[in-house]
């Protein structure tokens, strides 16, 4: 069964909640006789972190084409192995799915967590600082090794834009759609190394304009390329549930 499909989401949710990466939630209490001690569970989580190249196109990029940044990506890897070896905590209308599932489920509760950072210091002309938050992606994994996949999530951008050529100071402020493109290389066990594209769609915005009015194509900000490298660290962490 492909992993892009409902059911391994409906899985992957089942296994690890979003308390295994954050704080638990309180709960109720109960009495002590319907209390159950927790299990621990060690989850595999993958941390990957490198340079990404941003490009402002249209007048930002006519001044400047590549502004630096950060870009990062933490999820859970949840294999086939592992979802075997948990398989009691399938809802048991899914474990024969589950048990034929190859491949890896990637879920990543943490959507604060804000996916690239531009920190671009005003070198010649045009100086940009900026954060991406991603709350809700899907991706298609084309092949496994190396692993080709494609996704698409919802965004929301902010970046603070300085020039001497251009209109300034730019507040840019817009909800956006990512399309990503990544391909992604086993080094080790625990390192890979991935390359990619993400272009980023937005209502546009005029250099210099106004938050909340729409602008026209030659003089706005409406698409965000990416070109990134990011470094895959996996490491176990253990939880309770």
């Known amino acids: 069964m492909n992993s892009w499909k409902i059911i391994p989401l409906i899985l992957a949710v089942s296994i690890f909640s979003t308390d295994a990466l954050a704080a638990t939630k309180p709960r109720p209490k109960r009495s002590n006789t319907s209390l159950r001690a927790k ?5 595999p989580v993958n941390l990957g972190i490198g340079p990404t190249a941003f490009m402002f196109f249209g007048p930002v990029a ?19 192995a592992f979802i075997r070896k948990n398989i009691n905590r399938v809802p048991r209308q899914y474990r024969k799915q589950a ?13 604060w967590l804000p996916e690239s950072l531009v920190l671009s210091p005003k070198t010649e002309n045009t100086g940009i600082f900026g954060i991406n938050f991603k709350p809700m992606s899907l991706g298609l ?14 965004l929301l951008s902010y ?5 001497t050529t251009l209109p300034s100071p730019t507040h840019f402020l817009r909800p956006g759609l990512e399309l990503k493109a990544e391909m992604e290389f086993p080094i080790q066990r625990d390192f890979r190394i991935s390359i990619g594209w993400a272009s980023s769609l937005y209502p546009p915005q005029e250099v210099g304009g106004d938050v909340f009015k729409m602008g026209d194509l030659d003089v706005s900000i409406w698409h965000i390329g990416q070109a990134f490298v990011l470094l ?7 939880t309770e549930i």
């Open 141 to 154: 994994a084309l092949s496994e090794s190396p692993r080709f996949d494609l996704s698409a999530g919802l």
């Open 232 to 238: 895959h660290f996996r490491f176990p962490y253990e």
């Open 39 to 43: 299990e621990k569970i060690t989850v």
């Open 62 to 80: 006519d001044d400047q084409l590549i502004h630096p940044g950060i870009r990062v990506n933490v999820f859970a890897a949840l294999d086939a």
């Open 159 to 163: 970046a603070y834009i300085t020039s």
């Open 99 to 111: 048990k034929s599932m190859r491949g890896e489920i990637r879920y990543s509760p943490l959507w």
